[in-house]
Structure formats: structure tokens, C-alpha cells
């Protein structure tokens, strides 16, 4: 099932782009990246990098909501998330995503809870506006920001500009952390 889901993501964005009558080399080139990069996120074939779903959001003038779920958050005072309900994505294999306001309309934080296997393969460098806070649930995690590395445990948290390169990396066993994405420019909508 989780597959399944995973495959329509770029299946919706191709859709989406058509409808807007937007080039793929348009959409490469506000993204940043080479058009092979972009055709392999559209095709399925690579995984798309969480910040590079919000951009594609921000760019189509819809909700990550849209992307992930194909439906529109409905909900404009308050959301109730629990426990295991968040809608998943994960973006390779042991490292998972569960967006926990999918269903708030124009919000502009986007809280999500990571999990993560340890792996010996060095997690990509993501880069996105706005700011972001990490704290971590469980286990431990190594944070790679620009050139400094933290060692975060249980309840250690870190606050930063995620227009530096960074990533995150379970260490010895699985761990969990909470990120909130806020990009003060824009709602996740548009």
C-alpha cells in the first residue's frame, strides 16, 4: 500500500505540471537542478527529497497536502492528529516522514515526525527557506549542519537556517525526532 502511494506522488506532480502548462526544463530550473534530476523525482525512479516537495507545492500554488495525498486539507481553526494517522512518505528505505497538519489549510509550519534505521549511507544534503527546529523522541541522531556535526540524544533539540546544507542520521539504532519546517515567506500552499 505504502508503495502504491509513494508511486502517485510523482504521478500527481506530472499531472499538476501538465494542468499549469509548465515545462519540465521550468520546473528543473526554479528547482535548482539538472532536468535529469527533476524527470527521475516526476518518473519515480529517485526519491524526491522532502524541501524539494514543498518547493514543487509553492511553485504549482498548492498544499504539500495535494502532493501527498491528493486531496486539499480541509480544516481552518484546528487539526487532531493521533497516534499513527499522520499521512507517511517514506523518502528511502529506513528513513520514513508522518505529516502531522496535512489536513490545516494554509498553515505555515510544517511539523513532521522522522524515523530512521541506522545506515552506513550517508544521508543527501537538503537545503530549503525558512527555519527549522529538530527534537529528537528517540534514540540518537547525528545532525550534519554546513560543517559542524551534533550528536543529538532524547529530548535534545536544535533550532537553525536550513539554507545550510544538512542532514540528519540515525546512529546505532533507530531514532525518531519531530521537525518543524517554518518558511515565514509563505503557507504551505502556495
Known sequence: MIKEELHQIPERIKEMREI???TPEAVAAHLHISLDEYQ???KGNTDIPISILFEIAALFGINTTVLLTGDE???DTHTVVRHGEGVNVERFP???YSAMAYN???RIMEPLVVEMLP????PAMAMHPGQEYNYVLSGKVRIKLGKQEYILNQGDSIYFDPQLPHNQQAVDAPASFLTVI???N???KS
Open 119 to 122: 545506515t552506513d549511507a550517508e
Open 94 to 96: 529506513g528513513y520514513a
Open 20 to 22: 499549469l502548462e509548465l
Open 40 to 42: 527521475s523525482f516526476e
Open 73 to 75: 486539507p480541509r480544516m
Open 186 to 188: 509563505h503557507t504551505w
Open 104 to 106: 490545516f489549510i494554509d
Open 182 to 184: 517554518c518558511d515565514v
